[in-house]
């Protein structure tokens, strides 16, 4: 409660209302929040009205009381009003000024209601937006605590999914420890099979070397008796009885002079051959295009294009009527020479393909070797793979045997392979190698192998006993790629091998010695090959000069 004293009420009615007058503006009590709701009920413009009334009952009491003391005045008309006028007059002014003074109390008292009107409606918003904070904490605890739940529940989730996979992690770990186990004997058992498997070629070379010792024999009878044709042809392994499919051996020359130097293809040439039984050359470049030669003239004969890459290797059906090439593009193509157009666009290998060969008893099959570990055995007259081999070691060069049923290939861990074309299963293989081997060639006869590798060593190994029948090298003789070729003469008497100084270094088989080296080329040696007639001897360098030796 909020008292007002009306302390300008004159001195005569003292007495009578001396007392202070309680006026009731706001009756408002400080209290918790629970409190402050409660009353809310109340309307604030309702509690101004009963604060307003209790001031006009407060101020009609004081007029009945002034009322009251004014009545000696009324007795005091009755005497002279001469006598009573000054103390009229004196009382009058007092009462104005009493009267004025009330009016300035009951301005301030108006004054101050309309500030606690204005404070009640005040707190009442505040109390409103308090009320509305209120509910939206209480919202989003709501939304926290079903959020809570869910969260709980997923946990619980996750921790049985966790114990499902620490389950199954043991179940597997055990199953690993039982496949090690398992692997294990299996090695050991591979491994004493692989040591009878040893065992047992050792006795086939044995046998094998007896055999050849008969057949040699039998040679020396036979040409003694006049058979000597026979004879040689039973050492080339093949006997050709049609004149179509027949080859003319010559023996070779030493070359020694450079007598054609052609600028043959931009960024390089990669592999280049003679057709059989013909002087004519073919290169194959990074230009993507395949070019003939006539070495007699050093003038372009002839060019074929489609080939989507570079051109790595290429190789010829002994009728010279197919060409086919390896292409960094992933596919090898097979053109129609006669009409110079691809006839075939062999698709199967993910990498670039490095080497490929035709079979030397039919032109059907053709072998390819590319940079995914695989090896492939293609049908011409079908168009499609027929055999994958898949092994674990790059191949940089790869080679038909003379009965066309071994695969010779030579991979990028330094090892020599032979390979069953009709199983694709390995028969044998040997470290030929320290680095990568980068050319296989194969004699006319069929009975030695020669490699080359990123050692600097060319070595020759008999096919049926991978034995080592010689190793050559020179100072100066430095491999140039992974895809160096080179290769032997018709006669099986001399190699050839370039080197990345651009020189060409000839060796004699007989004398283990070198013969000759040329020099013409100033980029570095990529292949070499010797025309089957025995003369000339071509190679193309990293420049794209292809040159032919005499």
């Known amino acids: 409660m909020v008292e007002v004293t009306l302390s300008l009420i004159p001195s005569f009615l003292s007495q009578s209302v001396a007392q202070p ?11 918790n929040f ?50 009573q006028g000054s103390e009229w007059k004196e009382k009058a002014e007092n ?28 707190l009442k918003a505040s109390l409103q937006e308090k009320e509305t904070t209120i509910a939206d904490l209480e919202n989003e605890f709501t939304q926290t605590r079903d959020e809570c739940s869910q969260l709980k529940t997923d946990l ?19 199953q690993l420890e039982q496949l090690t186990i398992k692997a294990k004997n299996a ?20 046998r094998l070397n007896e055999a050849n010792a008969l057949y040699e024999d039998m040679i020396e009878r036979l040409k003694a008796s006049g058979l000597e044709k026979l004879a040689q042809e039973q050492v080339d392994g093949i006997v050709r009885r049609s004149e179509e499919g027949a080859e003319f051996f010559a023996e070779s020359t030493i070359a020694s002079v450079c007598k054609h130097r052609i600028n043959a293809h931009e960024g390089g040439c990669a592999s280049i051959m003679f057709e059989y039984n013909s002087g004519k050359l073919i290169s194959g470049g990074q230009d993507r295009s395949i ?46 020479v006669n009409s110079g157009r691809v006839r075939h666009t062999l698709t199967g290998h993910t990498d670039k393909v490095c080497a490929v060969d035709v079979s030397k008893v039919s032109s059907r099959h053709v072998v390819s070797a590319a940079y995914d570990r695989t090896i492939k055995v293609w049908d011409l007259q079908k168009g499609y793979c ?40 390995l028969l044998s293989e040997v470290a030929a190698h320290s680095l990568a081997i980068t050319s296989i060639s194969l004699s006319r006869n069929g009975n030695v192998i020669l490699t080359s590798g990123r050692d600097n060593l060319h070595n020759l190994f008999d096919i049926r006993s991978l034995e080592v029948c010689g190793t050559f090298r020179a100072n100066g003789n430095r491999v140039a790629s992974n895809w160096s070729r ?33 020099k013409e080329h100033t980029a570095p040696v990529l292949c070499c090959t010797w025309s089957g007639l025995g003369k000339p001897l071509a190679s193309a360098d990293k420049n794209g000069i292809v040159c032919t030796w005499t």
């Not at 009493?98 to 109390?105: G, N, R, S, V």
């Not at 619980?156 to 055990?174: C, W």
């Not at 010279?320 to 596919?331: D, E, K, V």
């Not at 032997?488 to 000759?516: F, L, Q, R, T």
Request: hydrophobic share 40%; net charge negative.
């Open 95 to 122: 009462l104005e000024l009493e009267l004025q003074q009330c009016y300035k109390a009951q301005s301030r008292l108006s004054e101050q209601l309309v500030v606690e009107v204005a404070e009640s409606r005040a």
């Open 21 to 31: 007058i309680p006026i009731p503006l706001f009756p408002f009590q400080h209290t």
């Open 291 to 336: 070019k003939m030669w006539d070495t007699s003239t050093g003038s372009l004969s002839h060019s074929l294009f489609g080939c989507l890459g570079s051109v790595l290797d290429l190789a010829i059906t002994h009728d010279n009527r197919f060409i086919i090439a390896a292409s960094s593009s992933n596919n090898l193509f097979v053109w129609d």
């Open 386 to 425: 027929t055999t994958t081999i898949i092994f674990h070691s790059n191949c940089n060069a790869l080679c038909f045997s003379t009965d066309g049923q071994i695969i010779c290939s030579g991979h990028v861990d330094g090892n020599l392979r032979l390979w069953d074309i009709q199983t694709g299963k």
């Open 486 to 518: 080179s290769c032997m003469s018709p006669d099986d008497n001399h190699i050839a091998a370039g080197s990345a100084d651009g020189s060409i270094y000839i060796w004699s088989i007989s004398k283990a010695d070198i013969v000759s080296t040329l």
């Open 156 to 174: 619980e989730e996750n921790i049985r999914a966790l114990e499902l996979v620490m389950s199954e992690r043991q179940e597997l770990k055990a």
């Open 187 to 206: 090695e050991a058992e591979n491994k004493m099979l692989v040591d009878r498997w040893m065992l047992q070629k050792m006795q086939d070379a044995e």
């Open 34 to 83: 629970s409190s402050i709701q409660a009353n809310i009920i109340m309307s604030q413009e309702e509690v101004a009205r009963e604060a307003i009334k209790h001031a006009l009952k407060a101020l009609k009491k004081r007029h009945l009381v002034e009322e009251g003391a004014h009545a000696p005045a009324y007795i005091a008309l009755s005497r002279p009003i001469i006598s």
